[in-house]
């Protein structure tokens, strides 16, 4: 015979426990999308050359 009770627990359980997982599992895909974006901008950089610099401009006298 089923126990109604222990249906509903391990339901509510497997609830709680699938939405935990659900978010965990975004959380170290997030995580890992950011590492590899600053991995690419690193190794960018390092073998770029930086962008040479615009001239500054001089600015007229005040009067």
């Known amino acids: 015979m089923k126990n109604p009770f222990m249906s509903m627990f391990l339901s509510a359980a497997n609830k709680v426990t699938g939405s935990a997982r659900a978010q965990a599992t975004a ?19 390092a073998l770029l050359p930086p962008p040479a610099a615009a001239p500054r401009k001089k600015k007229p006298p005040q009067k």
Do not use: C, L, Y
Request: hydrophobic share 45%.
């Open 27 to 45: 959380a170290v895909k997030r995580e890992a999308a950011k590492n590899a974006r600053q991995m690419s901008k690193a190794w960018a950089d």
